[in-house]
Nanobody, 122 residues
Framework: QVQLVDTGGGLVQAGGSLRLSCAAS????????VAWFRQAPGKEREFVAR????????NYGDSVKGRFTISRDNARNTADLEMHGLKPEDTGVYYC???????????????WGQGTQVTVSS
């Protein structure tokens, strides 16, 4: 079992930056791929980024490539999403997720944080 708590959201102007953090409790954090998804009102949950268990592989959604960076620190059981060049269309609730498959879909993840709101004003 893994419990996830995601923090760091807030209100930021377009062009600004935020850093989201995902803190995990439980054992064997390095077994799990960690991903970030986001969901805007009325839309499906969208893949943002993922990082493999020991951090050797990362992958990003097309809309955030070059602006967002995912990282993890297995010694501290944390995974972060650094976001730069934020746009109004990045607005949504951001969720971290952990799972044993290296997936781009929500179904590939067993454990979820509670979500943190990111709002980008124009």
């Amino acid at each position: 079992q893994v419990q996830l708590v995601d923090t760091g959201g807030g209100l930021v102007q377009a062009g600004g930056s935020l850093r989201l953090s995902c803190a995990a409790s439980g054992r064997s954090f390095s077994w799990y791929t960690v991903a970030w998804f986001r969901q805007a009102p009325g839309k499906e949950r969208e893949f943002v980024a993922r990082i493999s268990g020991i951090g050797e592989n990362t992958n990003y959604g097309d809309s955030v490539k070059g602006r967002f960076t995912i990282s993890r620190d297995n010694a501290r059981n944390t995974a972060d999403l650094e976001m730069h060049g934020l746009k109004p269309e990045d607005t949504g609730v951001y969720y971290c997720a952990a799972g044993t498959s290296y997936s781009r879909t929500p179904a590939g993840y067993n454990y979820w944080g509670q979500g943190t709101q990111v709002t980008v004003s124009s």
